[in-house]
């Protein structure tokens, strides 16, 4: 019992949490609810169809084909395919982690990787349309081309800086999961 309370202390913290909410006011512990319920849901549409794609991945995509795009020496073809996969993306940043996993499980180099998650997170499409519409052109793309290249000389950096055991049992940690 306590190696399991021990395991699961969130929820623990929560449902002690819920129980001092409802004793202070009820609603608050509706709407609580109420809002874990909309999340689960949300998850429950968005998880499932990620990891089919990332199967189908896996299963449709040879690791030779991914290491001769994205490999260690792929050099610019692997940034711009990186760029591609992470600006013509949707969804939030959550989905990306399973789909840098499975690259570096197929051996894409880990700068390409580290460039595709940024862009995922910051240079999608759909958030520069919404920067254009709300910023104006010249401010949207002066942010988006600084970003760019930030995060190309933070990918390319933190390549150089981190050694090539540290990348391979990552790597290797990637694939135990």
């Known amino acids: 019992m306590k190696r399991m ?13 819920l129980i001092v ?6 609603s608050m512990t509706y ?9 689960i849901i949300s998850m429950l549409l968005i998880v499932p169809p990620i ?4 199967g189908l991945f896996d299963v449709w995509v040879p690791k030779e084909t991914i290491v ?3 490999g260690e020496n792929s050099k610019t073809k692997g940034m ?34 580290l460039f595709f998650l940024m862009v995922w997170s910051s240079l999608k499409l759909p958030i520069i349309l919404f920067q254009i519409a709300e910023l ?7 942010i988006d081309i600084t970003l760019l290249v930030l995060f190309y000389i933070s990918a ?22």
């Open 51 to 54: 990891f089919i794609l990332i």
């Open 21 to 26: 909410m409802t004793i202070i006011d009820i």
């Open 156 to 177: 390319s950096i933190i390549h150089l800086f981190v050694s090539k055991t540290e990348i391979e049992s990552f790597v290797l940690k990637a694939q135990e999961l």
């Open 68 to 70: 001769e795009h994205m």
């Open 31 to 39: 709407r609580a609810l109420e809002n874990t319920y909309d999340q």
């Open 136 to 142: 104006g052109f010249r401010f949207a793309m002066i």
């Open 80 to 113: 711009i395919l990186s760029f591609i996969l992470g600006a013509f993306s949707a969804g939030p940043t959550l989905i990306a982690f399973p789909i840098a996993y499975m690259m570096l499980r197929k051996g894409a180099k880990y700068s390409n990787v």
């Open 5 to 17: 309370i021990k395991k699961q202390k969130f929820l623990m913290i929560s449902i002690i949490m």
